[in-house]
């Protein structure tokens, strides 16, 4: 209505708005009102996308081989590549007025295969079946320093090589050599178990020859061994029966020693005490027999004090004309220290 009208870009998608040759809006996923007339719109796919190839180049040896691939790439720079290509929307918004969208894509698939071509046509049949991932390396470095690439403003991410493949014809012959290789390996295999079959016989009826004669030679070593062991058993045996007499000869010598040098202490013991009781006879013999029963006294134990004071006692019963010993006296008595001390009371 009055022509205005209205856009609405995805986050993938840069908008740009011209006006009098002149940009007077852009960026990714805008949205706004504009005036038809005088306004043109410019939409330029920013995202991700993956385009598929299939080639058939020739290698080194002149084969044809057959190569699949994909190719990651997104535009980077929208304002150079809006410049180069016509991204101009219709009316609608929506569709676009050229085909030149269309043919990025293919611009860009000649491009790789002109660079799956060089990288080969300079390899033999064998190694470009093997070398999937250096075509890829190749391809994704010359696509990054491609200059018509580089002036539209475009970005790879990635290039891989999914399949190499030969002719079948050229597979067919392959086929048939490695199945002849493969055959030839088989026979070879067979013909060296065979004579490893043959030489490990040869060889374990060696080994079981050499391990008879230094199971022969162990035996002898062995009976050998045994022989002086037992000789020297026999040598030990007399030696400790020496031994063992010379000990017993030492033994017995000591023992009579020891007999003798005891029966001279105890002699001289003997004698010492009776000269020590000849001399104690001698400077009692004069003397008072009640100064040596004092003498005696000293020292003894309270029980033998008591019994020699009963002894005193009655040696002087004619003399006492009455006793009294009252319970208490001999309870007392029963213990030594009180019976000494009740002694000294009754004396007193």
Do not use: C
């Amino acid at each position: 209505m009055f022509g205005i009208g209205f856009v609405k870009a995805q986050p993938t998608t840069y908008l740009m708005a011209f006006r009098g040759g002149q940009v007077v809006r852009e960026g990714a996923g805008l949205s706004f009102f504009y005036y038809k007339p005088t306004t043109s719109l410019v939409a330029v796919p920013i995202a991700s996308r993956a385009q598929d190839f299939i080639f058939d180049p020739v290698t080194a040896d002149f084969q044809s081989i057959t190569v699949q691939g994909q190719v990651a790439w997104r535009i980077g720079t929208p304002r150079l590549i809006a410049g180069l290509l016509n991204y101009t929307l219709r009316a609608d918004s929506k569709t676009y007025e050229s085909d030149d969208p269309q043919k990025l894509p293919e611009r860009l698939i000649g491009a790789v295969e002109v660079l799956v071509q060089k990288a080969v046509k300079s390899l033999p049949l064998k190694a470009a079946l093997l070398a999937s991932d250096d075509i890829a390396a190749s391809v994704e470095a010359g696509l990054k320093a491609h200059s018509e690439i580089n002036s539209l403003g475009l970005t790879i991410l990635a290039v891989s090589v999914l399949a190499v493949k030969p002719s079948p014809d050229t597979a067919r012959a392959l086929e048939a050599e490695a199945r002849e290789a493969i055959l030839r390996r088989a026979d070879e295999a067979i013909y060296e178990r065979r004579n490893a079959a043959v030489a490990q016989e040869r060889s374990i009826r060696e080994n079981e020859l050499d391990t008879e004669v230094a199971v022969e030679q162990k035996k002898r070593t062995i009976r050998e061994t045994q022989m002086e062991a037992e000789a020297s058993v026999r040598r030990k045996k007399h030696e400790l029966r020496a031994a063992d007499m010379q000990s017993d000869i030492e033994v017995e010598g000591r023992r009579k020693e020891f007999v003798s040098l005891n029966a001279e202490n105890i002699r001289a013991l003997a004698e010492a005490e009776a000269q020590k009781l000849g001399a104690v006879a001698r400077v009692i013999k004069d003397m008072d027999p009640k100064l040596v029963q004092a003498i005696a006294a000293i020292g003894m134990e309270p029980s033998q004090l008591i019994a020699h004071a009963f002894m005193g006692l009655a040696e002087n019963a004619g003399r006492i004309g009455q006793l009294n010993v009252s319970p208490e006296l001999l309870q007392a008595l029963a213990r030594p220290q009180l019976a000494v001390e009740a002694l000294h009371a009754g004396k007193k």
